[in-house]
């Protein structure tokens, strides 16, 4: 099983991005009977669609994960859809603020996961850490690069994508103080359990 494990470059006021480090970590640990690998995505709207095009054609993954920040919240956040639409109230790296377009003019309104989501809300579950199954990912780049994946798994039959959206992690720079977090450990732990879980039900 070769897993494509992403995650984002800082963006907004932080200085860091909570997605990357837990996917590089999660990448380092590894995990049994799958080929991980980590990528660092741009936060680019124009951009991120054939930077993740390029790394699946290049690495023909089995599973493509995508991590994502979201401050505010302070549980795993399983994203089941990804809408065809832009939307922003900040710039993205590049410093651009889509006003309600579409991804793709042709595309269909919205994409589902192929993967089982609530098994994995279970195994999350399971470890003891807060979890949720959410039908909306947001207008911002992490629905753009989830859609640009689903996408992808039409193009190539087998291959499954799943969005997870994750908390600040404990004593991440530039978090405010009032702003929820989680520990490190207990993100590297789901994303790991998920990565598991989804690699060990195609055995
Ligand atoms: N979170 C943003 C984009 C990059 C990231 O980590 C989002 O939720 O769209």
Redesign the pocket.
Known sequence: MKVLLT??EP?GKYKE???WAVAEKVTACGVVDAEVIAMRLP?SFAGVGAVLRKAVEEYSPNVVIM????AGIDYIKLERIAINMMDATIADNNGYIPDEEPIYADGTAALFTNVDIKKMRRAIEELGIPVKVSNS??L????R?YYEALRLCNERPGMKALFV?LPLYEGQPSAAEEQPTMPLDDMLKAVWGITTSICQRRK
């Open positions: 995650g984002f963006f991005n909570s997605s936060v991590l994502g920040q979201a990912a947001g911002y780049v992490c629905n690069t959206h």
